[in-house]
């Protein structure tokens, strides 16, 4: 099977929606992917430094309230509260982009990035801002090369604090000689080696592991949360990664940069985020000839990612007509309510306790707690861990329940589940989900049919 539009938008996009024109070709799909990031400029997300006045603030008031300031604690609370609100806006935004972007490729590769690099905030203060990372870090590079979005995330504050790396001191450095009881912290180096660049079979070892934290030992961040690299904190060199020999006696921010590039176009870096990408929008166990075209079109660019997506695309593998990758719960959601008409501008509306009783709480019940992460290797990518007794109850309740939900607090009516097969599944549809559709006994018993069938589950 070759390249067909409605297939194209539901596993490589953001479903299919009546408000919404598939790409007629990869061509098209690849051009808007290279075009502006019309979604982002729609619905805003704020960038991390712009939270830092808020961050320092809440510690300025915590430690006056821990004086017995009772005023301070409960501006601090103020702030906090204000931080959790902004952190659902932007769960609404993320929301509302992949509802109404004309091009859902690049919410999806966001999506996954993001999760290939994940993080969760430690603090209280930073436990609502993985969205700010997203928004810094990630989706500026999604069409970039890979050497420099493995730059961007990895020297975010974000990636520092979730990994301890600020804690980190080269075992030879002056920090290390005045203070003993400060050392090497292995986090960072071990995930971005086993995880983020060679993977966990790559060709490394402890040793590798250790020179590495050691060269980037210097990185941590200052009171303000602005990112820098101390040579105090750092290792005087060289350090031998892989047989390569990085910086000298006197460390320098630069010898860790070549590192990353080093890294980022590793051979076993194309193999691995190539398994990557076939693994995530094509099937849990895809075809090797797949997943060895994209790995040689990663070495060949050196990490170009708009032509390792055109490789992706451009396989017959990725065309197969079977639907094998279940939705993981933001992604069902999201593209149920693009299904349904709603669109982003009213999504985006949405009020606090909608978001929570209406996508938050039923997600959690699904398996995926919003930014939350159980580790740094991100969501897992199995059919069988998303369809469980369990996870599938709370599909069908959330799918039977959001149609009314929804429809109560944005402007439209409830699609026909018998017209919604067409929106929703176009030409994907099977003649069972099509008999329920017109055989529910209310609409929106139809639409939550529709919705929790096995059709619109998969991509």
Do not use: C
């Amino acid at each position: 099977m070759g390249f067909d539009p409605e297939l194209a938008e539901i596993r490589f996009g953001t479903g299919l929606g009546p408000r919404f024109t598939p790409a007629p070709d990869i061509a098209t799909m690849l051009e808007r992917l290279q075009g502006p990031d019309l979604a982002a400029r729609h619905f805003p997300i704020a960038s991390f430094a712009e939270q830092i006045p808020d961050i320092i603030r809440f510690g300025e008031l915590r430690k006056a309230g821990r004086r017995g300031d009772t005023g301070a604690r409960a501006q601090a609370d103020r702030i906090k509260r204000g931080t959790r609100l902004r952190q659902a806006k932007w769960f609404a935004a993320t929301l509302a982009r992949w509802v109404d972007s004309p091009d859902g490729m690049r919410e999806r590769l966001t999506r996954f990035w993001a999760d290939h690099f994940t993080v969760a905030g430690k603090q209280t203060m930073t436990r609502p801002l993985v969205s700010t990372y997203v928004e810094d870090a990630i989706r500026p590079h999604v069409t970039g090369r890979f050497a420099d979005m493995l730059r961007a995330a990895e020297t975010h504050q974000m990636m520092l604090d979730y990994l301890d790396q600020f804690k980190s001191v080269g075992e030879g450095s002056r920090v290390a000689r005045n203070d003993p009881a400060k050392g090497l912290n292995e986090n960072l180096a071990r995930e971005i080696l086993e995880l983020h660049t060679l993977g966990v079979d790559g060709p490394y070892d402890q040793s590798d592991v250790r020179q590495f934290a050691n060269l980037l030992a210097g990185f941590t961040h200052d009171r303000r949360g602005t990112v820098n690299y101390q040579v105090r904190r750092a290792n005087p060199g060289p350090e031998v990664i892989m047989g390569k020999s990085y910086g000298g006696q006197k460390p320098q921010v630069e010898d860790v940069y070549e590192a990353f590039e080093d890294l980022a176009t590793h051979p076993a870096t194309a193999r691995h985020l190539a398994q990557k990408l076939a693994v995530h929008f094509v099937a849990d166990d895809p075809d090797p000839a797949l997943v060895d075209h994209v790995a040689e079109r990663f070495r060949a660019t050196g990490g170009d990612l708009m032509l390792v997506y055109a490789a992706l695309l451009e396989h017959p593998a990725a065309w197969a007509p079977e639907r094998r990758k279940v939705k993981q719960p933001f992604d069902f959601v999201a593209t149920s309510v693009k299904a349904l008409g709603v669109s982003g501008r009213e999504t985006a509306r949405l009020k606090l306790k909608d978001l929570r009783q209406g996508f938050l709480v039923p997600m959690a019940l699904m398996g995926e707690t919003w930014q939350k992460p159980t580790g740094p290797d991100g969501l897992p990518e199995e059919a069988s861990f998303w369809i469980t007794p369990q996870g599938l109850a709370a599909r069908i309740e959330w799918a039977l329940t959001i149609p009314l939900a929804l429809f109560e607090r944005v402007p439209g009516d409830m699609p026909d589940p018998r017209d919604l097969v067409a929106t929703a599944l176009g030409n994907q549809a099977d003649e069972t989900v099509r008999f329920v559709a017109g055989a529910a006994e209310t609409r929106w018993e139809g639409v939550g049919l529709v919705l929790s069938s096995p059709g619109f589950q998969r991509r």
